[in-house]
């Protein structure tokens, strides 16, 4: 017989209520975050078209100084087109033919408020909007 010994169970996990209660806590914590980080992103991608407005804006206007006139569409920033003889292109990258929501820019030559117009139609690709879903434009 053995005298003296016990035996202890080491079950020492955690028990399926404070596994839901941590849960909970994390949960609750994820819903009062993730709209603060959404809204930077946004902010991100707002400030990222501006960016690449200026970018393209001056690309166009590079453009312009070796072809000696604008190009009939943004895509002959970044093939040659047949008729051109001073292209130095490519002058951006594919990538940046697309606003940060992923719609094209729209280009229009020649251009209400200057030689060329160059907007983005925001988050909802539409005319128009605020917040996210306004128009960010060269020309502002």
Same mark, same amino acid.
């Given at each position: 017989?053995?005298?003296?010994r016990?035996?202890?169970?080491? +079950?020492? *996990?955690?028990?399926l209520?404070e596994?839901?209660?941590?849960?909970?806590i994390?949960g609750?914590?994820g819903t009062?975050?993730a709209p603060?980080?959404?809204?930077?992103? @946004?902010g991100?991608k707002?400030? #990222?078209?501006?960016?690449?407005?200026?970018?393209?804006?001056?690309?166009? /206007?590079?453009?312009?100084?070796n +072809?000696g &006139?604008?190009?009939? *569409?943004?895509v /002959?920033?970044?093939?040659?087109p047949?008729?051109?003889i001073?292209?130095?292109g490519?002058?951006v990258?594919?990538?940046l033919?697309?606003?940060?929501?992923g719609?094209?820019?729209?280009?229009?030559?020649?251009?209400?408020h200057?030689d060329? /117009?160059l907007y &983005?139609? #925001?988050?909802?690709?539409q @005319?128009g #909007?605020e917040?996210?879903?306004? /128009?960010?434009? &060269?020309? @502002?």
């Amino acid at each position: 017989m053995q005298r003296g010994r016990k035996r202890f169970n080491n +079950n020492r *996990g955690f028990t399926l209520i404070e596994l839901l209660v941590v849960l909970v806590i994390l949960g609750i914590m994820g819903t009062l975050v993730a709209p603060r980080i959404f809204k930077q992103l @946004e902010g991100a991608k707002i400030q #990222g078209a501006r960016n690449q407005v200026t970018t393209l804006s001056q690309q166009l /206007d590079i453009y312009r100084l070796n +072809n000696g &006139s604008y190009p009939e *569409g943004l895509v /002959d920033l970044v093939e040659q087109p047949a008729d051109t003889i001073g292209w130095a292109g490519p002058y951006v990258k594919r990538s940046l033919l697309k606003d940060p929501w992923g719609n094209a820019w729209v280009y229009v030559l020649p251009g209400q408020h200057g030689d060329f /117009d160059l907007y &983005s139609l #925001g988050a909802d690709g539409q @005319e128009g #909007g605020e917040g996210n879903d306004a /128009d960010l434009a &060269s020309w @502002e």
